[in-house]
């Protein structure tokens, strides 16, 4: 297991960028799919993003074209570029593994409020 640290977030205007960032206290070379997860007030969290160790990415509808996931085996790190940013992205953003390689634990998160 290892712990999740999300940073990155904050108060932005309808049309901005953020940068969000994820790091990992070991090795996420053997977390075969990470991902960026987001939760809004009153909705469910909802599984953004996602990229394979390979590099292969996922997005979902509502995000694709404007999100973009990275991530950096060697330095422990995922990262979420987020441009044109909308209110409806305002959520708590946290990283961690999808399916089998989600960690137990997850991160405080971090948040995102984009004003119109």
């Known amino acids: 297991q290892v712990q999740l640290v999300e940073s990155g977030g904050g108060l932005v205007q309808a049309g901005g960028s953020l940068r969000l960032s994820c790091r990992a206290s070991g090795s996420i070379s053997s977390l075969t799919i990470m991902g960026w997860y987001r939760q809004a007030p009153g909705k469910q969290r909802e599984l953004a993003a996602t990229?394979?160790?390979?590099?292969?990415?996922t997005y979902i509808d509502s995000v694709k074209g404007r999100f973009t996931i990275s991530r950096d085996n060697a330095k422990n790190m995922v990262y979420l570029q987020m441009n044109s940013l909308k209110p409806e992205d305002t959520a708590i953003y946290h990283c961690?593994?999808?399916?089998?390689?989600?960690?137990?634990?997850w991160g405080q998160g971090t948040q995102v409020t984009v004003s119109s």
């Open positions: 990229i394979s160790v390979g590099g292969t990415t």
């Open positions: 961690n593994g999808v399916l089998r390689w989600q960690q137990d634990s």
